[in-house]
């Protein structure tokens, strides 16, 4: 593997972003649109402030289990899932910044490919936003990640 290869020679630089206010629902239209499962969110100056991902949509759009509440001998005892809190926060969203994993994970442009794979290994993530100091310039996933490892074969 090319452990040096650059990330800017695998990444793809037409990027589709979003805003912090777009609606969900477009964001939702534009994603499978163009056939991606995530996208950067960028503020006004192109800076990288959060990732979208289906997975954030489908929260989104899933029935939410509530707590389960069940009294015995007249005291109640309530049994909450860990992630109810920002699940329901999500459900209710209708801003892309209600949804977004905030902060982005992102990877610089002069970073390697062999850095993009530790962190989407570690992080445990699909796609990286690649930034030109905090400004979004391009995304690597993790196909672009392996087609760089096997250029170099």
Known sequence: MPADKPVRDVMTSDVLSFRPDDDVRVAMESLV???VDGAPVVDADGVVIGVLTTGDLIVKQSRLHFPTVIAILGAAFEFKSRHFDDDLEKALGSKVSDVMASP????DVDGTVEDAATIMHDER???LPVVQGDKLVGI????DVLRGMMAGR
């Open 140 to 143: 690597v996933a993790r196909v």
């Open 33 to 35: 649109e163009r056939g």
């Open 104 to 107: 982005a994970i992102t990877v």
């Open 125 to 127: 993530i699909s796609r």
